[in-house]
């Protein structure tokens, strides 16, 4: 990535009087997320034999 | 192989991608692989595959922000790996067994 | 570099709920489901879900059938597992696979292997697509044809040594757990890998003919612990997510572990009857038909009997115990073909729970309480696999 995004979302100004974790929680949740892709056996369904 | 983020891919062929309300699945009929997209996004960057040169491009056309990016590759790359996405080559598709 | 106002992107990034929960609560369209396409059958295996054997004169038509095939390719339902009875017993079988292949549903089939001579092998070994199943219920014929009739041990070996010398490739043999088996599941395991199969292990369940012999069929405890042990160590043996029940024991076995029927598969009978797994075909469970004005898509997605399926179950008897979690209380088949509330415990409740309940059902004589299925296609008259005792070793 070449450039890096200096400005946190707009909401986290507001946050500038929570507590530092709340603030933390808003920021971070924009970035880690789980993971976007399960992967799962079509064979291991319960009801087809 | 981990993606290459300036190359193009495609869906392949044999995958069938059946929109979900929580993303989609995707079945790889050789293969029989079956893969859950767990985000709207992550299923509009495939289905935007075709369309864009890299899946750099991909990434900035639908909009994701680049500070899930790392996720987007971790999930692109388990796509990946379960050829389910392919590098896009630039001949004419001949016409697989995708609906 | 994304403008400021598409920080969020297109749709904010949400906690994704588990795989398993989005099933629970059911899918728009099925992911795959089972097709008996004939209730007609060479065999007359004791425990015999469909209780198959004679064709049922109402079986959907070439052109019904290939309706419902361009149903499912329109819901873009993955894949059918075609079974029976004997499914190749149709005369229209390869009709209906190539329709459903060239369709973009993809095929596994069941089958006892009588029928797959040179000439069905080859055409097999030619089609994309397309797995086939081979049931086999014992190593050697001892054990087999003692649940399956006389012959059909060596009828499944030839089927396997004929699909190999037509380079068919991988394809799986299906076992269901019995007594009498699960000291052979080792030998299984190698027959399978000599011919470069996959070996899936599946419940037995008393529904269809199964009712009858399920009592001296099923395993003992000590052999379900026996056989969980065994699959935890080999996650390379497919188990169709048939064991979730015997979760309780420990770590997770592989496979969603969760009751797939009405949510994310069903079956479709050969007249047409959905029901909301195959075994289960009983009017209690019946959905809908085929044929019926909305099609297999207004039975899925409106039916009554599924949509009460995929709302949230209550635990009821095994609300009080820390395993629920994991076994989700077991098999609604199970239950309700040996007399028991679907609020009760499994009938093979690793903890045992079920065991007083079952008891009061034998000592009550309450032959009126076991639900018998409603359809019976068993053929009269033919010779059944002599019964189910086998000197212990």
């Not at chain 2, 979900?20 to 859950?36: T, V």
């Not at chain 3, 309480?369 to 212990?392: M, N």
Request: with cysteine; net charge negative; proline share 7%.
């Amino acid at each position: 990535m070449d450039t890096a995004i200096e400005n946190p979302p707009t909401d986290a100004a507001a946050t500038d009087l929570l507590e530092p974790a709340e603030a933390a929680v808003t920021t971070d949740d924009l970035v880690v997320e789980e993971l976007l892709v399960e992967e799962v056996s079509i064979d291991g369904m319960c009801g087809v034999y | 192989m981990p993606v290459d983020l300036d190359a193009p891919y495609t869906l392949d062929p044999q995958v069938s991608l059946r929109p979900e309300r929580f993303g989609a699945l995707a079945y790889h009929f050789g293969n029989r692989k079956l893969s859950f997209l767990k985000h709207p996004d992550l299923v509009a960057v495939v289905e935007s595959l075709d369309g864009t040169g890299s899946l750099r491009a991909s990434l900035v056309a639908v909009g994701v922000d680049e500070r899930r990016w790392p996720t987007f590759v971790t999930a692109l790359n388990t796509l990946e790996a379960s050829e389910m996405i392919c590098i896009r080559s630039e001949r004419p598709e001949v016409d697989g067994a995708r609906a | 570099m994304p403008a400021p106002d598409s920080l969020l992107a297109p749709q904010p990034p949400t906690a994704t709920r588990p795989l398993v929960e989005e099933f629970r609560s059911g899918l728009d369209a099925p992911i795959c489901l089972t097709w008996e396409i004939t209730y007609a059958c060479n065999l007359a295996c004791v425990h015999c879900l469909s209780s198959s054997g004679r064709r049922d004169p109402r079986e959907l038509t070439t052109a019904q059938a290939k309706d419902v095939i361009d149903e499912l390719e329109r819901l873009q339902v993955f894949y059918v597992n075609i079974g029976g009875g004997e499914p190749m017993l149709r005369t229209d079988f390869f009709e209906i696979v190539d329709h459903a292949v060239d369709h973009h549903v993809g095929v596994k089939f069941s089958t006892n292997g009588t029928y797959i001579d040179d000439a069905a092998a080859e055409r097999l070994a030619s089609m994309d697509y397309l797995d086939i199943q081979v049931s086999l219920d014992g190593a050697d014929a001892t054990v087999n044809d003692l649940v399956r009739g006389e012959g059909s041990h060596a009828a499944a070996m030839a089927a396997m040594e004929r699909l190999a010398r037509a380079d068919f490739g991988p394809f799986k043999i299906s076992l269901v757990v019995t007594r009498h088996n699960v000291d052979q599941l080792g030998e299984f395991k190698r027959i399978a890998d000599d011919f470069g199969a996959q070996l899936r292990v599946t419940r037995l369940r008393p529904s269809g003919r199964g009712a009858d012999s399920w009592h001296d069929l099923h395993p003992t405890q000590d052999q379900q612990r026996q056989l969980y042990h065994w699959l935890i160590d080999r996650p390379d043996v497919l188990t169709g997510d048939s064991f979730f029940h015997l979760s309780a024991l420990g770590d997770p076995l592989p496979g969603l572990n969760l009751c797939g029927a009405g949510r994310v598969v069903c079956l479709i009978d050969p007249v047409g009857d959905v029901y909301a797994c195959p075994f289960v075909i009983h009017d209690e469970f019946r959905a809908g038909n085929v044929l019926d004005p909305g099609g297999f898509t207004d039975v899925w997605r409106r039916s009554e009997l599924f949509t009460s399926l995929r709302e949230p179950e209550s635990p009821g008897a095994c609300a009080s115990c820390g395993s629920y979690d994991a076994c989700q209380g077991g098999c609604m088949a199970s239950k309700f073909f040996v007399g028991l509330d679907l609020t009760d415990p499994d009938p093979e409740c690793v903890k045992g729970a079920a065991e007083p309940l079952l008891a009061a059902i034998a000592n009550g004589g309450s032959t009126g309480l076991i639900p018998t299925p409603s359809l019976d296609h068993s053929r009269p008259g033919v010779p059944v696999p002599a019964p189910v005792r086998l000197r212990r070793k």
